[in-house]
């Protein structure tokens, strides 16, 4: 739960910093609200296959580098997965 509480908080900051440099920018409170919501949108979907690919090239070659995790994990057991395994978790 404290992962799901630092991404959000941090996303709430982000969200007010783009604001803020968009806004002195553009010089627009409705201009710097439309980029800004435009640009997290972007952000949010790049991160999300970003993350998505660098399991796929690192954690999966850690777990099971012979195999295909959707086959058998490197241990054999189930909860040692990819979509399961965070840094420091194990």
Known sequence: MSHLKKVLIWRAISVVITLVITWLWAGSLAAATGLTIVLQGVLLVSHWIFEDWWLKMTVDKILAP???LRE???SGHKELD??????GKY
């Open 66 to 68: 012979e195999k295909n």
């Open 82 to 87: 990819r979509d399961s395994w965070r840094p």
């Open 72 to 74: 058998k994990t490197a």
